[in-house]
């Protein structure tokens, strides 16, 4: 069983910057594909980013890409979504996947999910 706690999320004026955090429970932490998506109010949740455990890969939305970067530090069993250059169109709730299969994440169908972390960005 993984539990899965989003922080960092905030308002902030387009052009800014902000981190997130999602910190993982469980010994087997390197082992999980993390990613993040997003859910704008009243649209389908949305992939943003994801990075794979065995190599280190990662896939992004092409509406962040150069934008946002994702990282993980396994020692600190933590996924982070360094977001730069925000805007408006950015705002939603992020959420945290993970899952053994990279595959899944990319795909929504991760087992395990956080509550989410509100992210505002006026113009």
């Known amino acids: 069983q993984v539990q899965l706690v989003e922080s960092g999320g905030g308002s902030v004026q387009a052009g800014e910057s902000l981190r997130l955090s999602c910190v993982a429970s469980g010994r087997t932490f390197r082992s999980y594909a993390m990613g993040w998506f997003r859910q704008a109010p009243g649209k389908e949740r949305d992939f943003v980013a994801a990075?794979?455990?065995?190599?280190?890969?990662?896939r992004y939305a092409d509406s962040v890409k150069g934008r946002f970067t994702i990282s993980r530090d396994n020692a600190k069993n933590t996924v982070y979504l360094q977001m730069n250059r925000l805007k408006p169109e950015d705002t939603a709730v992020y959420y945290c996947t993970a899952d053994t299969s990279f595959v899944a994440v990319l795909r929504s169908t991760g087992d395990y999910w956080g509550r989410g972390t509100q992210v505002t960005v006026s113009s």
């Open positions: 990075m794979n455990w065995s190599d280190g890969g990662t």
